[in-house]
């Protein structure tokens, strides 16, 4: 059996802590019943199913079926719902609607090809999860664009809103709260880059500060909206 690392064993307290954060978030979008409650919901959510998908990888070992459930949650789907979240929060809903009309189809064709691809593990293989193993290459090309449109809102939406209420003379809570959010959901992205160096680690660290900052921000905009 292959031997863990202690930070291996953090995506169980980031599972654990994203089912706390949707016992409070869920609630909240009942009463309020806004897009961007049930977007910011439903990234949570990917965000535990991703960690719950780690977690199995270090209590149970490795397997195929976690293998692609992981990449679709966690590659795939990533920071997508985070950031639409945001740009139902700052901008129109037409523009909103219709990116994530094609966005949720693309993903879907995405997902489709990971459940469809073969796997081919190499002879170095050490229980990893690791997108490297999908033997259709191609398919890692659809996380690249999805993550791109992610950034460009997670972060661009928080200057966009800082510009917006700085124009309106409103406080600049909203603003501060899409910060932290940003930065939390951004934060995975960067750890997932130290995975294709075989740093696995860095990623398990930098979702779980990533969560925390993502649920201090939700609770800037909740307590101040």
């Known amino acids: 059996m292959t031997a863990h690392s202690l930070p291996e064993y953090i995506p169980i307290l980031t599972t654990i802590f994203s089912i706390y954060f949707l016992r409070e978030i869920i609630p909240h979008y009942q009463q309020r019943k806004k897009n961007y409650l049930l977007w910011w919901a439903i990234g949570v959510l990917t965000f535990g199913l991703g960690t719950l998908a780690e977690s199995i990888n270090v209590l149970f070992g490795w397997s195929e079926i976690n293998l692609k459930y992981w990449y679709i949650v966690g590659a795939l789907l990533g920071g997508f719902p985070l950031a639409q979240g945001s740009v139902y ?3 129109k809903k037409r523009f909103a ?4 009309v ?4 693309l993903i879907v064709v995405a997902s489709l090809s990971v459940i469809l691809s073969p796997i081919e593990l190499p002879d170095s293989f050490n229980g990893k999860l690791t997108g490297k193993v999908l033997a259709w290459y191609w398919v890692r090309y659809f996380s690249p664009f999805i993550n791109i449109y992610s950034f460009i809102f997670l972060v661009g939406g928080a200057i966009y809103s800082a510009i917006k209420y700085y124009r309106n003379g409103i406080k600049d809570v909203p603003f501060k709260g899409n910060i932290f959010i940003a930065i939390g959901g951004l934060l995975p992205g960067i750890g997932g ?3 294709r160096a075989g740093y696995v ?3 398990y660290i930098t979702e779980f500060i990533g969560l ?3 649920y201090y921000g939700y609770k800037i905009i909740k307590e101040n909206k």
Do not use: A, K, P, R
């Open 89 to 91: 929060l700052l901008m």
């Open 97 to 100: 609607d219709v990116t994530s």
């Open 102 to 105: 094609i966005f949720v189809l």
């Open 193 to 195: 880059s130290f995975t």
């Open 201 to 203: 680690e860095v990623l």
């Open 212 to 214: 925390l900052l993502i």
